[in-house]
T-cell receptor, first 110, second 118 residues
Framework: SQQGEEDPQALSIQEGENATMNCSYK?????LQWYRQNSGRGLVHLIL?????REKHSGRLRVTLDTSKKSSSLLITASRAADTASYFC??????????FGKGTKLSVKP | EAGVTQSPTHLIKTRGQQATLRCSPI?????VYWYQQALGLGLQFLLW???????NRGNFPPRFSGRQFPNYSSELNVNALELEDSALYLC?????????????????FGPGTRLTVL
């Protein structure tokens, strides 16, 4: 079963605006990973943030992690139409798998 | 460096048939994971292979099976197909697998195989 929750479920913004997506989880983690999925296709790995890190950047992406609140956020700055996709957070499960949230569907309008 | 590849891209079968899906991991990766993404159900873990052995499986019936070959590529077999098996099947690979809670390994995904059962 899913044990991560992203919010909002859907987000619609204009090109150039910033998009913030949040992820909450229930158990202890060693790391959290963020993925992007374009419609009906494979997942693209964006960022892995370790539990001893508070913030990580990659290009226009900024991920924060608050282990005391069991939450993480993904910020996309200066969004583009090409950023339109679903975004998932994932944490390690006890079976070697990743446990994914239900995702945030981001729509960036030109 | 080539990413994870999957074949076929699309597969159409009828109920009761068998489906075989294939995955080639990133060079140097020994762990392969299979996930099912069915409409409305999100990403569900199916199977994990590492060094040729099945390490773990998710909550799926035995008609979902697979194997990992000496070159670390993997095959997922679904027997006695049911309509609800229609989904996107995603394969991921990582460096040596570890039980996920303490895993630092990123999983890299392929483009998926879209299975449609009629």
């Amino acid at each position: 079963s899913q044990q991560g929750e992203e919010d909002p479920q859907a987000l619609s913004i204009q090109e150039g605006e910033n998009a913030t997506m949040n992820c909450s989880y229930k158990t202890s983690i060693n790391n959290l990973q963020w993925y992007r999925q374009n419609s009906g296709r494979g997942l693209v790995h964006l960022i892995l943030i370790r539990s001893n890190e508070r913030e990580k950047h990659s290009g226009r992406l900024r991920v924060t992690l608050d282990t005391s609140k069991k939450s993480s956020s993904l910020l996309i700055t200066a969004s583009r139409a090409a950023d339109t996709a679903s975004y998932f957070c994932a944490r390690g499960g006890s079976q070697g798998n990743l446990i994914f949230g239900k995702g945030t569907k981001l729509s960036v309008k030109p | 460096e080539a990413g994870v590849t999957q074949s076929p891209t699309h597969l159409i079968k009828t109920r009761g048939q068998q489906a075989t899906l294939r995955c080639s991991p990133i060079s140097g990766h020994t762990s392969v994971y299979w996930y099912q993404q069915a409409l409305g159900l999100g990403l569900q873990f199916l199977l994990w292979y590492d060094e040729g052995e099945e390490r773990n499986r998710g909550n799926f019936p035995p008609r979902f099976s697979g194997r990992q070959f000496p070159n670390y590529s993997s095959e997922l077999n679904v027997n006695a197909l049911e309509l609800e098996d229609s989904a996107l099947y995603l394969c991921a690979s990582s460096l040596e697998g570890t039980s996920g809670l303490y895993s630092y390994n990123e999983q890299f995904f392929g483009p998926g195989t879209r299975l449609t059962v009629l």
